[in-house]
């Protein structure tokens, strides 16, 4: 749709549709979620003692993403229809787009590559052929991450291109298919990581509020899968990006809850100190389960080991 057509063409309702508020209240969602979450992170870490850092470069890219958002909502159109934008919110829509495009893979892939980082810890000494599944999903969500940040740049040429779309050059892909082609592999690797460790993590032998704890992991985990298929399903829906401001709420939702999603999967298994000390005497084992003596990790395989998952976490 071109932006600089008449206005009086459409009816007033179309002029006055917005449809923003869903990815709006995704955004400021998760930007509160990731702060609290942030925030217990380092308070479990000045408990149990651990000088460690968060990862700063997947909170800046995280937060680059709402920022890139609300920005899309505020002074990019985002929710309103293509035929109300000035050229100044149509040009200013497609540069965040681009910076969108850049930055939500390498949330996602930022993400996952943390989820592997737990997978390793908690299962790579105890078979070999999961040592080798994990580290080669991860060097394959590393290639992704990276194909992914190079195609925005050499798609458009010149580079400028992205959001002068009146100025010389062309674009190799349109924007729909981009978004579409990128999101193929996202839900691959995110069932992936999500499928191979649950076969080993069932037969797993420690107590029960580690069992519980990797059940909650994992819970929020297959909410990511689930972010993952919708934020697939929603840009399969979009039919063409002539209206992409307005089309782009819905996808743009699922893309944002994906990455928080992962980032909470993340946080979660680093709140072991900030738990046990919230919740000092209180025997969550004798709660759960009436046995006292708690084995090692039990999984049998090929390349057997054992290891203590508790000294892990």
């Not at 050059?169 to 978004?179: E, K, N, P, Q």
């Not at 929603?234 to 782009?248: I, L, N, P």
Request: glycine share 6%; hydrophobic share 50%.
């Amino acid at each position: 749709m071109d932006p600089t057509a008449s206005q009086s063409s459409f009816p007033p309702e179309y002029l006055a549709a917005n449809n923003s508020a869903p990815l709006f209240i995704t955004c400021i969602a998760f930007l509160i979620i990731e702060t609290t979450f942030i925030s217990l992170l380092y308070t479990s870490r000045f408990i149990g003692g651990d000088s460690k850092k968060a990862n700063l470069s997947m909170l800046m890219l995280m937060t680059g993403c709402y920022i890139a958002c609300l920005l899309s909502v505020k002074i990019g159109g985002a929710g309103r229809h293509m035929a109300t934008l000035s050229t100044m919110e149509f040009t200013t829509a497609l540069k965040l787009n681009t910076a969108l495009q850049i930055v939500c893979p390498l949330t996602n892939s930022l993400s996952k590559l943390s989820i592997l980082c737990l997978l390793h810890g908690v299962l790579a000494s105890t078979s070999v052929r999961y040592k080798l599944v994990i580290r080669w999903t991860f060097i394959f969500v590393t290639i992704i991450a990276i194909v992914q940040l190079l195609i925005p740049f050499g798609n458009c040429r010149p580079f400028p291109r992205n959001w002068d779309v009146f100025g010389p050059g062309s674009c190799t892909i349109d924007g729909l298919a981009l978004w579409k082609y990128m999101s193929i592999p996202n839900v691959l690797t995110t069932f992936f990581i999500v499928a191979v460790p649950v076969p080993a993590l069932w037969r797993l032998k420690v107590t029960p509020l580690t069992k519980a704890g990797l059940a909650v992991v994992f819970g929020v985990c297959v909410a990511g899968v689930v972010a993952a298929i919708m934020r697939f399903l929603a840009f399969h829906r979009v039919q063409d990006f002539k209206d992409f401001t307005y089309e782009v709420i819905k996808p743009l939702s699922w893309t944002v809850a994906e990455s928080g999603i992962y980032m909470v999967a993340g946080v979660l298994p680093t709140l072991r100190q900030l738990i046990k000390k919230a919740f000092a005497g209180v025997h969550f084992d004798k709660l759960l389960s009436g046995n006292k003596k708690w084995s090692t990790l039990d999984i049998k395989g090929e390349g057997e080991k054992t290891s203590e998952y508790e000294e892990k976490i």
